[in-house]
């Protein structure tokens, strides 16, 4: 089972433009993560955020996470072509299996 | 140093044949993970080992899927016998603590025609 629901499902936007993708959880978390995933490839770690953090910055990448509304937002600023990928979130649940639950994931492409 | 290594990377077979994946995680990672991906999905946990022991298999299908990693260091994940509903990447993964970041691999893409 999967439970975060990212928001859109598919994005596309043009080179130098901010992209905003939401996810969206339904039980208490320990930490909140977000991955890309290019076409073809693995996936790769881009950012962790603890159950007691708001915001959190790596690079061009901006995470939120609002616990009261259980759901998390990544922002990539000043797009690239680069940037084209699917991008998931995975909740790490704090009852159950010490596991992470990784939502369906939203796709951005990025146009040059 | 070298990321998690998976094979093969691509696996085309009948149905009702078996068919096994290997996987290497990243030296020192105790905890692997298995998943399924299905196409414009996200992963999905097959089974997760601490060490050598399987301690989440629940969404394993235990009828066809099998798994193991003896010496708690490479892992081997079989289907005997492949459905055509079996066509899937199947992403192995290892981590240092069960909830941190996971490294994965590049996956094994399989096709059961």
């Known amino acids: 089972s999967q439970q975060g629901e990212e928001d859109p499902q598919a994005l596309s936007i043009q080179e130098g433009e901010n992209a905003t993708m939401n996810c969206s959880y339904k039980t208490s978390i320990n930490n909140l993560q977000w991955y890309r995933q290019n076409s073809g490839r693995g996936l790769v770690h881009l950012i962790l955020i603890r159950s007691n953090e708001r915001e959190k910055h790596s690079g061009r990448l901006r995470v939120t996470l609002d616990t009261s509304k259980k759901s998390s937002s990544l922002l990539i600023t000043a797009s690239r072509a680069a940037d084209t990928a699917s991008y998931f979130c995975?909740?790490?649940?704090?009852?159950?299996?010490?596991?992470?639950?990784f939502g369906q994931g939203t796709r951005l492409t990025i146009n040059p | 140093e070298a990321g998690v290594v998976q094979s093969p990377r691509y696996k085309i077979i009948e149905k009702k044949q078996p068919v096994a994946f290997w996987c290497n995680p990243i030296?020192?990672?105790?905890?692997l993970y298995w998943y399924r991906q299905n196409l414009g999905q996200g992963p999905e946990l097959l089974i997760r080992y601490e060490n050598e022991e399987a301690v989440d298999d629940s969404q394993l299908p235990k009828d066809r899927f099998s798994a193991e990693r003896l010496k708690g260091v490479d892992s081997t994940l079989k289907i005997q016998p492949a459905e055509l509903g079996d066509s899937a990447v199947y992403l192995c993964?290892?981590?240092?603590?069960?909830?941190?970041?996971?490294?994965f691999g590049p996956g094994t893409r399989l096709l059961v025609l």
């Open positions: 993964a290892s981590s240092f603590q069960p909830q941190g970041t996971q490294y």
């Open positions: 995975a909740t790490a649940e704090i009852q159950g299996a010490q596991k992470l639950v």
């Open positions: 030296s020192g990672h105790n905890t």
